[in-house]
């Protein structure tokens, strides 16, 4: 686009230019010294007009396409209920963030038909507190100024299944999506997820599943010298039942160091296709941490997204979370971060 402006203002450049001098040159006869002076002052106009078409084209290239679809912190005016238990015999506990800390946005978060809500994965029949605890917390936050975020803690597993998602559930895809906010890990994450030499010594932080045959999950893995690192893989996990298990690809990083008792800024992009120019697009701080491209779908659309979750094998594990947004698309620009 920015060619084609460069040569449309290049082309009336010319022909004004070109005028210009027969109309000084032929009709106008003016001595040599009046004609060169004409000229430069002519030049200067042409360039100027060059340089501004480029700045407007540029501002306009700028400017989000994308639309907002969620924006919000934990400041004042968001609260978050208590937990509650769906029964002895309906399994799993729930508790439910409300409020709003923005003219323009409230909780619950209501994407593609659904509202979010922390899924508090412990029997119904057991004190779900024993086990997991959200809550809003006064803070330092990613700028080093007060704030309040959501620190979510799961103590102690009751089952393999414990974990704490902040869940979009029976969501009906709609389309591209991007995710941003900042998440703050403790300090002893390590030591917390353990030697990978003896066993797998993992956490995940964010996921979305389709109704039956595929799942995007995101892993911070523990290598053989107890270092974390980042891990992110497509496969068939989407519903329990599934009978051979299958991963479709994975990307991982070790390069880039996992944060550990410090704020980091998460983003991730995701296009579904059956085709190539599907995409899974992941950024730390600014920096990409994953960026595949290919088949993201079978045939099953998106029904759960956890937009951010505690979920390992390994506990005491804590998080906090805080200034969450999400976009329909890129909203800084085309595989361009916002940090």
């Known amino acids: 686009m920015l060619r084609m402006v460069l040569f449309v203002n290049g082309l009336m450049a010319f022909i004004w230019f070109s005028l210009i001098i027969f109309y000084y040159y032929y009709i106008k006869k003016l001595t040599l010294v009046e004609y060169n002076l004409a000229m430069k002052n002519i030049i200067k106009i042409v360039i100027l007009l060059l340089l501004n078409a480029c700045d407007s084209n540029s501002s306009s290239s700028d400017k989000p396409t994308s639309k907002l679809l969620f924006k919000s912190g934990f400041e004042s005016g968001v609260y978050l209920d208590e937990a509650f238990s769906e029964g002895k015999d309906e399994g799993t506990w729930r508790q439910i963030v409300r409020g709003s800390d923005n003219d323009a946005f409230s909780w619950p978060i209501k994407l593609w038909g659904s509202k979010g809500e922390f899924q508090v994965l412990v029997s119904g029949s057991v004190d779900a507190k024993k086990y997991i605890e959200n809550r809003i917390v006064d803070t330092l936050g990613h700028d080093d100024k007060p704030t309040k975020a959501m620190r979510s803690e799961v103590f102690k597993a009751e089952e393999l299944w414990t974990q704490d998602p902040y ?7 709609k389309g591209d999506l991007y995710v941003k906010y900042w998440l703050k890990l403790p300090k002893n994450l390590a030591k917390v997820l353990g030697d990978g030499t003896k066993d797998d010594g993992w956490c995940t932080f964010f996921e979305w599943k389709t109704v039956k045959d595929y799942r995007v999950a995101v892993y911070i893995y523990n290598d053989k010298n107890n270092k974390p690192y980042w891990y992110v893989h497509g496969d068939n996990v989407a519903d329990p039942d599934y009978s051979v298990y299958k991963e479709f690809w994975h990307k991982e990083n070790r390069s880039l160091p996992v944060p550990e008792d410090d704020w980091f800024m998460v983003e991730f992009f995701w296009h579904r296709s059956t085709k190539n120019d599907g995409r899974f697009w992941w950024s730390v701080n600014g920096v990409v941490v994953a960026d595949y491209h290919g088949a993201t779908k079978i045939s099953d659309p998106i029904d759960r997204i956890m937009l951010f979750t505690v979920y390992s094998e390994k ?11 999400i976009w329909d698309g890129f909203p800084c620009g085309e595989g361009k971060s916002c940090y």
């Open 315 to 325: 506990y005491p594990l804590y998080q906090l979370v805080d200034d969450i947004e």
């Open 167 to 173: 869940i979009l559930m029976d969501a009906k895809e």
